[in-house]
């Protein structure tokens, strides 16, 4: 595991020098700290490690890749902005959030330079056509997933648009077509551009999709896990974010839910329905979900996903490349912060 | 001047199809209306004729340039969302704004789809390559511009770059800056994209960025004599939005404040720097910049620049379009809404 981290960290710093070099692109010198910000919050630059090593396991090499891996990570930092905007979200790993601290207007304009950036890289990958198609697409993918993330929060909204179309129920199939779209769509779009930088076969691309798809949908998985049941510290942001959002978006909650007795099940929706839970409050229903199976279920579901991910690589030449893209997924799924 | 009028509604209907059509890929259709809001609210479509008719003055067809065409309305439109969140408006074209109509969140999601109808308008251009860069590199000048718009505000702000950033002075130069990048730089794009659809030469391309600038800088100096003197009702929004919004980027203003006595120039100042100008004040400050000769000024000017770009249509073959052209121009100086 110390390898991986090893790696992460030597291409998450080639990585963050060139998405500052994209954002520095048209960026007037009293800008750039607005811009900049966001980037040097810092990551585990996943989504990027992705592209490189996808693009090495078909015989590419860093270089070949650096610039759509740069764009990649960038379109994650461009949701984030813009997600901590609609989330109402004031911290994000122990830093002040982007229009927390350069105000409403500043977190906007800085998002809109973001995509311009994206674009930069893009432009300047070996094959713009195709690179900006799928960035294109999967851009539309993170709306429409954020959008579904949106209406599935519980708090009664008095916008005649969000109240017409929000989700009194959420099933486990609409949360997996909402993570779909926020989440794997874009670990996705990181893996088959990867092989697209080394001009890698529609075999690869495809095999490279579906590595991405199922090592996407349990990065999620994870992710809500720690949402609940992180070490805070490590966490880098308050435990139970999604019950203080009203989210009923996160798959532990939807599982546990039918696992609990008529009176908890109606104290955690309660929750989720008021307009400011307490810290007490939160506590309460993390214990609640604690007590039931279905943390256990989810890991077990992502451990299986991350398994038939790396049946997808066998397909790739360069087998240096291959283990550690198995040793990164593992990574996210066994990850603690 | 029916003419024109005809020429922009036959030309802006086809438009208006083609951006339908480019914001509907990859839009879920609850999210179609939130989408489709801003675009149907209309508009004169002035930029997307640029760009049609420049196509047309190099020898191009309408065909050829109306996914370009559409793209560039589109940039627009984006940034028409994006200001009425930044400038807190409410109502545009007597309709409510995007982000009042279906909350922050939708109004933001909204955006960012634009973003990307942008993109894939772009994508099916003859040239992508080459407009997609235009696009970015006018995208960030754009956001230049409405940084430097907003720190042009004159309301103290408790927002700490704000108030570090924020102009207490703005100079003629300054504010030709300011709306160089945010109102000119894209009426440019939509010139030169145009020359870029039918595949005409590089001087081609330099004469319709002339143009596009010089009428671009006149555009605007017509806008802010509007902001002020237009009659309200063909406006669609309210008169004086500038004052309201605190700004002191309106070049009537700034060409008037050393014609007035300090008292009268001390009240004008005020009453864009208190939290919320009445009526009543907004009223009184248009009468004193009345009774100056800034507005005569600025229209002088715009005259002039509207008679240079004009010279720069001398070298295009199709002199059907270029006369269009000249006509176009002299209808957005001489335009009363």
């Not at 601290?101 to 893009?122: P, T």
């Not at 090592?215 to 992180?230: C, E, K, N």
């Not at 398994?307 to 397909?315: I, M, T, V």
Request: with cysteine; aromatic share 8%; net charge negative.
């Amino acid at each position: 595991m110390s390898d991986i981290l090893q790696v992460l960290g030597k291409l998450g710093s080639q990585v963050d020098d060139k998405m500052l070099e994209l954002l520095t692109v048209g960026a007037s010198k009293d800008f750039q700290e607005v811009v900049f910000h966001q980037v040097q919050a810092g990551g585990k630059r996943v989504r990027p490690a992705l592209t490189i090593l996808f693009c090495q396991a078909v015989g590419g090499n860093t270089e070949d890749a650096l610039s759509a891996a740069a764009a990649i990570e960038l379109v994650h930092n461009y949701s984030l902005i813009l997600d901590d905007v609609i989330d109402d979200a004031d911290v994000r790993r122990n830093l002040p959030t982007t229009w927390k601290k350069f105000g409403l207007n500043f977190g906007i304009l800085a998002a809109i330079h973001y995509r311009e950036a994206i674009e930069e890289g893009s432009i300047r990958t070996p094959n713009h056509a195709a690179i900006s198609r799928i960035i294109a697409d999967t851009i539309r993918e993170l709306v429409e997933g954020e959008r579904l993330d949106v209406l599935f929060e519980q708090l009664p909204s008095n916008e005649e648009y969000t109240e017409k179309h929000r989700y009194r129920d959420v099933s486990l199939e609409d949360y997996e077509t909402m993570i779909g779209y926020k989440t794997a769509a874009l670990i996705r779009a990181s893996c088959e551009i990867g092989v697209i930088c080394a001009a890698g076969s529609k075999e690869m691309q495809k095999a490279a999709r579906e590595f991405g798809w199922k090592a996407g949908i349990a990065f999620q998985l994870a992710d809500d896990v720690l949402d609940l049941f992180a070490e805070e510290a490590k966490l880098g942001k308050k435990l139970g974010k999604d019950i203080y959002e009203h989210k009923l978006g996160n798959v532990v909650l939807l599982q546990a839910l039918p696992l609990l007795s008529q009176a908890d099940r109606d104290y955690v929706l309660q929750v989720l329905r008021s307009d400011k839970p307490t810290e007490n409050d939160v506590k309460k229903v993390i214990a609640l979900l604690k007590q039931t199976t279905a943390s256990d279920f989810v890991q077990k579901k992502a451990k299986q996903l991350v398994n038939d991910a790396k049946s997808a690589l066998d397909s790739f030449p360069n087998k240096e490349a291959t283990q550690l893209l198995e040793t990164l997924v593992d990574f996210i799924y066994q990850r603690s912060f």
